[in-house]
């Protein structure tokens, strides 16, 4: 399951906007992420067409099973690593963003050795 870094920014964020605020529509994504509301719209028509997400009626975003499976995996891996940069004295705002870019090209072997040996010899 490949997609590029921008859909996964995308899925990911709707699964924070999920847990913080339920109901998400595109508006809540644009302020969120600070995109336009034009890229917005493209890259939820992309997401829906491919069967990540679902629009209702009244506008509101859901994750659908696959989308919530990449959003989680992403989630779970900048929250790792971010904590784990910070942890090492890297600077919080440096740790979020390095941990951005690093979580969409490491593989799924490495991230899993990586974090792995973290909870193995060390407390984050």
């Known amino acids: 399951m490949k997609i590029m870094a921008s859909a996964e920014d995308y899925l990911e964020t709707i699964l924070i906007l999920q847990n913080r605020i ?13 995109f336009s509301k034009p890229s917005v719209s493209v890259a939820m028509k992309n997401l829906r067409e491919n069967g990540y997400i679902a629009v209702d009626e009244n506008g509101h975003i ?8 990449i959003a989680e995996k992403i989630y779970e891996r900048h929250t ?8 090492l004295g890297v600077n919080p705002r440096t740790a ?4 951005c870019r690093i979580e ?5 072997e490495s ?12 407390e984050i």
């Open 111 to 122: 991230f899993q050795a990586f974090k792995d040996h973290v909870l193995t010899y060390h």
């Open 96 to 99: 979020a963003e390095d941990a």
């Open 80 to 87: 790792f690593l971010t904590d784990w940069l910070v942890h």
């Open 62 to 69: 859901t994750l659908q099973d696959p989308g919530r499976e």
């Open 22 to 34: 339920g109901n998400v529509r595109s508006i809540d994504i644009v302020q969120e992420m600070g």
């Open 104 to 108: 969409h090209v490491i593989s799924e």
